[in-house]
């Protein structure tokens, strides 16, 4: 058995823009900016909880890094795994 994939946590990230995306819409996908990085993250079967974000300025993430690769393009992105609105 291998090393678990450790979980990161971001908090205070601004929301720059987020959208629904995928076959009937079904993932949410947030451009977050944490200082000066801007971060893509994507949360697997949570379109549900866009609503969430709409007068969210900055949340708290949780997540996994991974790679997105796409038309033979590869590009570092956060797996979300949960998120809130900061506090």
């Known amino acids: 058995r291998g ?5 990161l946590r971001i908090t205070g990230a601004r929301v720059m823009k987020y ?3 995928g076959n009937g819409n079904g993932h949410l996908k947030l451009i977050a900016q944490h200082g000066d990085r801007t971060i893509e993250c994507v949360f ?6 866009s609503g969430e974000l709409i007068r969210a300025d900055r949340v708290d993430l949780v997540g996994t890094l991974g790679v997105n690769t796409w038309r033979d393009r590869s590009r570092l992105q956060f797996d979300l ?5 900061s506090t």
């Open 3 to 7: 090393n678990d994939i450790p979980n």
């Open 19 to 21: 959208t629904t995306m």
């Open 44 to 49: 697997w079967n949570a379109a549900h909880r």
């Open 81 to 85: 795994k949960d998120f809130r609105a």
